[in-house]
C-alpha cells in the first residue's frame, strides 16, 4: 500500500476533552471547534523555539508577487513596501525577523488536538478533572466539515488573494506541475469526491458568496485546494529530544521537515497519543461542524454530578441530539475506567428544574461581567 499522508487515513475512533464550562457547552455540543494556534499550547517545548532560515532555497530574490511576496501576505504582513523590507531582511538572515515570521506562522497555525483512546485516566484528569465531557467525532465526515468550516471563517481579503494570485480556483491536478508537492496531490486523489456541488450551499465566506459570476466548478476547487495545500493530519511522534536539527521556516518537499515542525513533542507526553490536524492559516478561528452526523458519541466523566448531566441532556434535546449515544465512565476493578450507557429520557422530567437554575446561573455571569 502506497505511504498515504496522514489526513488520508484518519483513526477510526477520534475524541476531545472538554472541561464542564456553561459558557462553551452548548457551542461545542452544537458542533463549533476553535482552532487554537500553537502559542496556546500548554507545553513550552512544542513547536520549538529555533528553526533554520531556508528563504534563499525557496526565493533567491524578493519581487513583488512573487512566492515570498505571496508568503509573508497570507501571514498578515500588510504593505508591498513593508512586505518588501520583510523578505530582504530574510535574505539577508536577519535572526529577529526570523523570528517575528516563525512567530506570525505559530499565530496562523490552527490546531485540533484530539486521541484515539477514552478510557486513558490521565486525559480526563488533565483536561476535564473527571467532572467534564469528551465528544467522539464523526472521522468519515470531519476533514468535510473542517474543510467548509474553514473556509466560511476565512478573511474576505485571505480568500480573494488564495482564490486569485494562488490559482485555488483551478483544478489541483492541472497545477500540480509548477506548485504541488506529491503529499498534497496523494491528498487530493485520495478525496476527489468529498466535496458535491450542494457544498456550495454551506458555503458562508463573504467573498466567495459575492462571486456570482464564478462558475460551482471553481468554487469546487477552492474547497480542494484548501484541503490539500492548507490541511494536515497526524499522529505526534514523541522523540523530540532525540532530534536537535530545528525544523525549516518554510516547508520544502520533505515528509520529515513537515513532521518536525508540526507534529514531534518530547517523550514525557507520549500518554496522551495525540493525532493532530493543523491547518495553515486558520489560528484562533471558531469553525461550525456541518455535517448532519457530525457527533459519534458523547462520554460523561465519572465524577460529574447530577446537575451537570442534566444540563448536558437538556442542550442534547434542545439541538435535536437525542439519538446520540452518552456514556458515563465509572471506576472499575482493574484501576481503570470504563463507561455504560446513559438513558437521556429518564431525565427530561428534570428539565423544568434546569430551565430555571440555568437561568439563574446565566444571570449571576451577566452580572458579574458588568
Known sequence: ?????????????????????????????????????????????????????????????????????????????????????????????????????????????????????????????YYTDNKGFCIEYNTENLIHDIVIGYVNALDYDITQHLYEKRDYKVDPFEIKSYRLLADQLAIAEHFA??????????ITNDWLRNQEQESIENKLNFLKNVLCQRMGADSIRYDAERFTDPPKLFLDKSKESIISKYYR??????????????????????????SANWIKSIHLGCHMDRFRMLQIAYLLYEQQLTDIPVYRMYKNNQQGLSKVEVDLSRLKNSFAKIDMEMDSVFEAQNCSQK
Open 193 to 202: 469526491n468529498l466535496f458535491s456541488r450542494k457544498d456550495i450551499d454551506l
Open 1 to 125: 500500500m502506497r505511504n498515504l499522508p496522514g489526513i488520508c487515513h484518519l483513526p477510526d475512533q477520534l475524541y476531545k476533552f472538554y472541561r464542564f464550562d456553561p459558557q462553551f457547552n452548548e457551542s461545542r455540543l452544537k458542533g463549533e471547534v476553535y482552532l487554537a494556534n500553537a502559542l496556546q499550547f500548554n507545553d513550552p517545548l512544542d513547536f520549538r523555539i529555533d528553526v533554520l532560515n531556508n528563504t534563499k532555497e525557496k526565493a533567491p530574490e524578493f519581487y513583488l508577487d512573487g512566492w515570498l511576496d505571496h508568503k509573508l501576505r497570507e501571514l498578515n504582513f500588510r504593505g508591498k513596501y513593508h512586505r518588501e523590507e520583510i523578505g530582504n531582511n530574510l535574505l539577508k538572515d536577519d535572526r529577529d525577523t526570523v523570528q517575528l515570521v516563525w512567530q506570525k506562522q505559530l499565530e496562523k497555525m490552527g490546531i485540533i488536538c484530539l486521541t484515539p483512546e477514552i478510557d486513558n485516566i490521565l486525559m480526563w484528569g
Open 265 to 290: 513533542k518530547n517523550s514525557i507526553w507520549k500518554h496522551e497519543k495525540e493525532f493532530r490536524l493543523t491547518c495553515s492559516l486558520g489560528g484562533m478561528k471558531l469553525i461550525k461542524l456541518c
